[in-house]
């Protein structure tokens, strides 16, 4: 497998270099030279295939001979290891639920996966420094995947005060090989601080530094296996319809990067919240990245979405070809506290924040259109993760899973600092010396 920068067409990197760079110098991403097709027999033979065997082959299919064989399907066997079920909601609307993982969130698979590829990547003996900007799933599910990695440190960046308190839990009481840091400000500026770090030359000459964000190649692949298992998983007659609720638009991007290879997708349909950046530039041709505003669906409060040149490459950047391919709506707090009720009641399931987004925009899509076919949105987060949201909407308790409630006892520990690039730069360098040699 081969990659190219958005930035620069003639930039080439293999595979490994793009996983352990993450971002190329000119501040472009990484993107496949080739997105070759599954068989025609995979989509015919999809329902014979257990998730775990057609992750493998997608995986196979576009890495190549970048990692062995016997060793890619360690790690697709290893990383992929709960399940993405799809539930019927009614009239053809389905939930794919993603959030049967350790931490809860769809972020799961990507970070299981990565952490794994990068552990095979990694140049032996030297420590390797992952920063991760976080909106409240990713710290999380980083943590968890790469808890007691040998060789690799872990630093999650978040915003203060707004992740919810067990997403936040998720992050700061692991200890060991995780580091968590509070930045005074937003996700956007967490992530900011990322890609300055990267971009920085005396950084990068002493450390050896990747990121866990998806602005990595890596979190991506593993996020388009599940669109298949969907597939496989519903009645239709020549094509689904997903939405994605979406932040940083990666896991719509991997959702497209799974049609390109042969998926059967109608409409890739973005639903956000009141950071609507893509749903108004499919229905003006103006893109405006601006500050992230905060909601309850606060794993979407993104401003200036990382993976949209990516989403663009793929469907032909210009304004016309993007309108026609992809749908984007966007809804208000007020709405998605008001679906989540009315769900509940009416076909007693439980949304979370994000969900009841995907399931509005399916509904408004499905009005809109008069698409007859399955349209499933990604369920990308157990309710339980919102638990005071959710819990004042219903007016009533909500059960928590057990890796979830184990947390609220544990101590948390992180370093809170000022929004200012030097401010980490210095507390990283002091931080991480010792371990340096
Ligand atoms: C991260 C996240 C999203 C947004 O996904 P992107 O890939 O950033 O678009 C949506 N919902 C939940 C629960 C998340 O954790």
């Known amino acids: 497998m081969q990659l190219y920068s958005t930035k620069n067409p003639d930039l080439r990197v293999d595979f490994g270099q793009a996983i352990l760079n993450a971002l190329p110098k000119d501040n472009g991403l990484y993107m496949p030279t080739e997105i070759p097709k599954l068989g025609d027999d995979f989509i015919k033979n999809i329902r014979k295939m ?94 968890s995947g790469f808890y007691k990695v040998d060789g690799i440190e872990i630093v999650i960046l978040f915003p203060k005060g707004k992740v919810s308190p ?38 990068s000459e002493n450390y050896d530094l990747s990121s866990a964000n998806s602005i990595n190649i890596s979190r991506l692949i593993p996020q388009s296996f599940y669109y298949f298992n969907a597939l496989k998983q519903v009645d239709y007659n020549e094509n689904v319809s997903f939405v994605v609720p979406s932040g940083n638009f990666g896991n719509i991007t991997a959702g497209i990067l799974g049609q390109k290879m042969g998926l059967p997708v109608k409409h890739f349909i973005a639903a956000t919240n009141a950071n609507d950046v893509v749903p108004e530039y499919i229905a003006t ?69 994000h969900g009841a987004i995907g399931y509005l925009a399916a509904m408004e899509y499905k009005y809109e259109t008069g698409y007859e076919e399955p349209i499933i949105f990604l369920e990308t987060a157990h309710p339980s993760k919102f638990k005071e949201t959710v ?27 000022p929004n200012k690039y030097e401010k980490f730069k210095k507390w990283f360098k002091s931080t991480f010396e010792e371990t340096e040699n």
């Open 50 to 143: 257990s998730f775990q065997e057609m992750s493998y082959e997608i995986a196979k299919t576009i890495i190549g001979d970048s990692i062995p064989a016997d060793i890619l399907k360690e790690i697709v066997y290893d990383a992929i290891n709960f399940p993405a079920e799809v539930v019927h909601i009614h009239d053809n609307i389905y939930s794919l639920e993603l959030f049967h993982g350790p931490t809860l969130a769809f972020k799961d698979f990507g970070a299981r996966f990565m952490s794994r590829v990068m552990k095979y990547f990694k140049k032996k003996g030297k420590k390797l420094y992952i920063l991760v900007a976080t909106s409240g799933d990713t710290g999380g599910a980083v943590a």
């Open 166 to 203: 067990l997403q936040q839990k998720q992050l700061t009481t692991l200890g060991e090989n995780i580091t968590a840091v509070e930045i005074d400000g937003t996700f956007d500026d967490c992530q900011a601080i990322v890609k300055k770090a990267f971009l920085d030359e005396e950084m």
């Open 285 to 353: 041709g103006e893109y405006r990245p601006r500050p992230a505003t905060a909601t309850i669906s606060n794993a979407m409060d993104v401003g200036d979405p990382s993976n949209f040149p990516r989403l663009s490459d793929l469907y032909g950047s210009t304004w016309n070809t993007i309108k026609d391919k992809l749908k984007g709506y966007a809804y208000s707090d007020e709405q998605t506290k008001e679906t989540i009720l009315e769900v509940y009641k009416d076909y007693g399931y439980l949304l979370d924040p």
């Open 391 to 417: 819990e004042e909407t219903l007016n009533q308790e909500i059960e928590i899973p057990e890796r979830l409630s184990i947390l609220s006892e544990k101590q948390e520990h992180f370093y809170p600092l």
